[in-house]
């Protein structure tokens, strides 16, 4: 098993761009959950899915801020336009049902300049 | 709203047990304790959890105390790969929020050679 695959790794981008961040969950697992990692920060939960459907977005942190799940090995988090404020490690996390433990992905390192 | 509180740094020498101590004084009756580390520019790997008893797994032992408002992460042979940062967190089962995991501030252990 490969793992939560993320992609791009690292992106540079222009402020006023759309940026799309790209995950893809463990097969199998049905939940899957999008953080946001600042220094000042630190781990917020933006997002999750269950079973493709949006449970809890409360932590988006605004309107720029959307996330799609069009089918279980899939998501995207999208923001448009960017602000350098929203510099930071993106990670996506996948579990089976919500428990045990998550399998987090490598990371988006998103720099808005 | 912090449902842990951990040290926030800890030393340990190479070799030697590392005893990571989390306090979670209000946790329910049908919340988990989980352990997370994060090593540098990773993603947070889980390590292991529990309701009551104490586990062991391949990478750490979990002890939580009777009343179950502490707990303490063992590694029992520390090794310079182990520097990270731990998370102590607690969850719940039920269905939305209660299951999402948490992050605090975590202790960052520092394994000396």
Redo the contacts between chains.
């Keep these: 098993d490969a793992g939560v695959i993320q992609s791009p790794r690292h992106e540079v981008t222009e402020m006023g761009q759309e940026v799309t961040l790209r995950c893809k969950p463990i097969s199998g697992h049905n939940s899957l959950f999008w953080y946001r990692q600042t220094m000042m920060r630190g781990l917020e939960l933006l997002i999750y899915f269950n079973n493709n459907v949006p449970i809890d977005d409360s932590g988006m942190p605004e309107d720029r801020f959307s996330a799609k799940m069009p089918n279980a090995s899939f998501s995207t988090l999208k923001i448009q336009p960017s602000e350098p404020r929203d510099s930071a490690v993106y990670f996506c996390a996948s579990s089976h049902e919500g428990r045990g433990g998550y399998t987090f992905g490598s990371g988006t390192r998103l720099t808005v300049v | 709203d912090a449902k842990t509180t951990q040290p926030p740094s800890m030393d340990c020498a190479e070799g030697r047990a590392a005893n990571l101590p989390c306090n979670h004084s209000t946790i329910s009756g049908n919340e988990y304790v ?1 352990w ?1 580390r994060q090593i540098h520019s ?5 390590i292991i ?1 529990g309701l009551k008893n104490n586990e062991t797994n391949e990478m750490a032992s979990l002890i939580i105390t009777e009343d179950r408002k502490s707990s303490t992460l063992i590694l029992p042979h520390a090794t310079l790969r182990d520097t990270a940062v731990y998370y102590c967190i607690v969850r719940g ?1 039920s ?3 209660a ?7 975590g202790t960052q252990l520092t394994v000396l050679p």
């Design positions: 989980y997370y990773q993603g947070p790997q889980y959890h089962v269905s939305g929020s299951r999402q995991l948490t992050f605090g501030s």
